[in-house]
C-alpha cells in the first residue's frame, strides 16, 4: 500500500485539478498537451533509456494514430471509439515493418535510421491525396459517451490522463517482470544477455512496436483533442523533443517522461509567451533560450529530474523480501551414460590470417574442476566463446553429452545446461543484485509481456526472485542483494556474476578469470564453494591467471600458447612440464 501511495495521490490531484473553480482553460489545455507528449515520452523511456534502443521518429507513430481515426471517422463514418484498437493496430504494424530493418542496426546507424524513415513518412503524410495532403484532414468528430461529447479541453482531459495513468501502470508492470529484465539487459550489449537465453531481436523488436503502439495512442487522442490531423505535428523537430522529453525527466524512469513532459511543454509555452515582450518581438528567440535552459537543466541533472528528485527524498520505497521457501523446477535436459560432460575435438577459430584458438582438444568429465590456462592472447576466453557459440569455429567439433553445438546460438547452448561468466563484468550496473542474477533465471520462467503488463505472472515472477536470492545467499552476498550492482567492488561483481550463472541450474559452469579483484579469503570462500559445486555434481571449466588458486582447486589442467595446447595433465605434472614453464610459469616454479 505504501507503494501505490504517491499513484495514488497523483490521481487523485489529477482528478480534481479541472473541479477547481475559476480554473484558466488555457492551464487545461497545457495540461492535455502535457498528457499527450508524456504517453510518446513512456514508449521512449522503454525504448531509449531502458532498452537502449534511440529513435528520433516517435512522431510518425503520432501520425499513423491519428490519420487513421481521421480516415475512419470522416471518410467511412466509423464510431471513434471503434478506430481505437485500429489506430494502435496500424501503429503496431508500422514498428514491425520498420523495426525488422531498425532494430538490427547499431551504434550511430540505428539514430540515423529513425531520422531517415522519420523524415521519409512525414513527407509521405503530406502527399498522399486519401490523407488531405499539407492540409491534412478537419472535421473529425469528438469523442462521445452516449450524449456526452468531449467538445472541449476540460472533457477530453480526463480521457488523456486516464491513458496516462493506466500506461504508466502498464509500463512499470512490464519492467518489473522477467520480460522488463530481458530488456534493460539489452542496454549492456547483446551477449550478456543471449548467454542466458534471451532472444535479444526478439526483445528489441517487442519494445520497438510497445513505444510506436503508446504513440499511436497519443496520436488518436491529439485527433480528438484537436478534431484535425496535418502533418507538421509529425515531423522530425517533433521526433527530437519527444526524446528531449524522455532525457530530461529521466530516460530510464516511467514518470520520468510525465515530469519531463511538463518541464518541456511549460517552459516553451512560456518562453513562447513572454520572451517577444522582453525582447521586442525577435522571432525564434525562444528556440535559443529553451536549447540552453535543457543543456543547462541537463547539467544539473545529467541522468535527468526525476532521479535528481528521487535521490534527495528523504526515504527510499521498501523492497520486498522473496520468499527463498519458493522452488522452481529443474529445467528438462537429456541425460547420458557418457561420463565426458563437454567433448573438444580439433576446435579451431580464424580471423582472417590470425589463428586464435589451433585444433585445440580435451574434455571435461562429470564432477570435475578443469582449469584453462595461459598466458595473455593464448585463445582462452576465445575458447570459451566456441563452447558458449558467441562465436562459430572454423572447423572442428564440440559436444555438451553428445550433442553437437556446432554454430548453435548462445541461447540453445545455455539450455543444454552450459552456463558462463566473462572476463569483463557484464552487469547491468543501475540494476539492483537480485535483478541482475534473476537475468540468469530468464529460462526457467514462462510468462510473457502481456501477462507481465497485467500482473498474471506474479506466481512466475515469485519464483524467479526466490531462486536468484537464493544463489546470492549461496555466494555470501546476502547484504547486498538490494544494493546498485554498479556501486559494488569489482571482485563482488564477479562474485555476483557467478551467482546469475548459477541461477541457470548449469551441469557445466565456466567461470572467465573469477578470482580476479578478489582478496585472499574471498579467493578461499571461492574455492570452497566451486569444490562444493564439483561434489553437488556440477563441472566447472575456469580461466585463472593465479596459479596458487587454480593448482590448489582444479583435478585437470589445460595449458595453451598462441592458441595451441601445449600440456594437460594433473596440477602436479603441470608445474613440472618443460614446456609450460617456459611458455608460461617462468624458471621460478
Not at 143 to 164: C, E, H, K, N, Q
Not at 339 to 345: A, D, K, R, S
Request: some cysteine; charged content about 15%.
Amino acid at each position: 500500500m505504501s507503494q501505490r501511495l504517491p499513484l495514488i495521490i497523483f490521481t487523485l490531484a489529477m482528478a480534481v485539478i479541472p473541479l477547481i473553480p475559476g480554473i484558466p482553460p488555457f492551464w487545461i489545455v497545457l495540461l492535455d498537451n502535457i498528457g499527450l507528449a508524456a504517453l510518446v515520452a513512456m514508449g521512449l523511456v522503454l525504448l531509449t533509456g531502458v532498452g537502449g534502443l534511440t529513435s528520433f521518429g516517435q512522431a510518425a507513430f503520432c501520425g499513423f494514430g491519428a490519420y487513421t481515426t481521421a480516415v475512419l471517422t470522416t471518410a467511412y463514418g466509423v464510431s471513434p471509439w471503434l478506430t481505437l484498437p485500429a489506430s494502435l493496430l496500424v501503429s503496431g504494424i508500422a514498428a514491425v515493418l520498420l523495426g525488422i530493418v531498425t532494430v538490427r542496426l547499431s551504434g550511430h546507424y540505428l539514430p540515423l535510421g529513425t531520422i531517415a524513415w522519420g523524415i521519409g513518412l512525414f513527407y509521405l503524410f503530406s502527399k498522399l491525396e486519401f490523407l488531405g495532403r499539407n492540409d491534412g484532414i478537419s472535421g473529425i468528430p469528438p469523442l462521445s459517451i452516449g450524449s456526452f461529447r468531449m467538445l472541449s479541453p476540460d472533457t477530453i482531459y480526463y480521457a488523456i490522463w486516464i491513458a496516462v495513468l493506466v500506461s504508466a501502470l502498464l509500463t512499470m508492470n512490464l519492467l518489473d517482470s522477467r520480460t522488463g529484465r530481458a530488456i534493460r539487459a539489452l542496454r549492456r550489449g547483446h551477449v550478456a544477455a543471449e548467454a542466458f537465453g534471451v532472444q535479444t531481436p526478439r526483445a528489441k523488436l517487442l519494445v520497438f512496436i510497445y513505444a510506436a503502439v503508446l504513440a499511436g495512442l497519443s496520436g488518436w487522442l491529439y485527433a480528438h483533442f484537436q478534431r484535425a490531423a496535418n502533418p507538421t505535428p509529425f515531423g522530425a523537430q517533433a521526433g527530437i523533443e519527444y526524446l528531449f522529453i524522455a532525457v530530461v525527466g529521466g530516460a530510464g524512469y516511467v514518470w520520468g517522461a510525465v515530469l519531463g513532459a511538463g518541464i518541456v511543454v511549460v517552459l516553451k509555452e512560456v518562453l513562447q509567451s513572454y520572451l517577444p515582450y522582453i525582447f521586442g518581438g525577435q522571432s525564434q528567440l525562444e528556440t535559443i533560450v529553451f536549447g540552453i535552459m535543457l543543456v543547462l537543466l541537463l547539467q544539473l541533472a545529467p541522468a535527468g529530474v526525476w532521479p535528481w528528485l528521487m535521490s534527495r527524498l528523504p526515504f527510499k520505497p521498501a523492497r520486498k523480501t522473496p520468499d527463498t521457501s519458493l522452488k522452481l523446477e529443474h529445467p528438462a535436459r537429456a541425460s547420458g551414460t557418457s561420463p565426458v560432460l563437454l567433448h573438444i575435438e580439433k576446435a579451431r577459430k580464424q580471423f582472417g590470417g590470425v589463428i586464435a584458438v589451433n585444433d585445440v582438444s580435451f574434455d571435461v568429465n562429470a564432477r570435475e574442476i578443469v582449469a584453462l590456462i595461459g598466458p595473455n592472447g593464448a585463445g582462452k576466453s576465445t575458447t570459451f566463446n566456441l563452447i558458449t557459440g558467441v562465436l562459430t569455429a572454423t572447423s572442428g567439433k564440440i559436444a555438451v553429452l553428445g550433442k553437437e553445438v556446432e554454430n548453435a546460438p548462445p541461447q540453445e547452448v545455455v539450455k543444454l545446461g552450459v552456463s558462463r561468466t566473462f572476463q569483463h563484468v557484464k552487469l547491468v550496473p543501475d540494476m539492483t543484485v537480485l535483478e541482475n542474477v534473476a537475468i540468469g533465471a530468464h529460462l526457467r520462467g514462462s510468462s510473457g509481456a502481456i501477462s507481465s503488463m497485467l500482473r498474471l505472472d506474479r506466481t512466475d515472477e515469485a519464483r524467479l526472485l526466490a531462486e536468484a536470492a537464493r544463489q546470492i545467499e549461496r555466494v555470501g552476498l546476502s547484504d547486498q542483494i538490494d544494493q546498485l550492482a554498479g556501486s559494488l567492488s569489482l571482485g563482488q561483481q564477479r562474485i555476483v556474476e557467478i551467482a546469475r550463472a548459477l541461477c541457470v541450474d548449469p551441469q557445466l559452469l565456466l567461470l572467465d578469470e573469477p578470482a580476479a579483484g578478489l582478496r585472499h579469503m574471498e579467493k578461499q570462500r571461492l574455492a570452497a564453494l566451486l569444490r562444493q559445486l564439483r561434489d553437488g555434481g556440477m563441472s566447472v571449466l575456469l580461466v585463472e591467471h593465479d596459479m596458487g588458486f587454480v593448482m590448489d582447486l582444479a583435478d585437470r589442467i589445460v595449458v595453451l600458447d598462441f592458441g595451441t595446447k601445449i600440456a594437460e595433465g594433473a596440477p602436479a605434472a603441470i608445474k613440472r612440464n618443460p614446456d609450460v614453464i617456459k611458455a608460461y610459469l617462468g624458471a621460478a616454479a
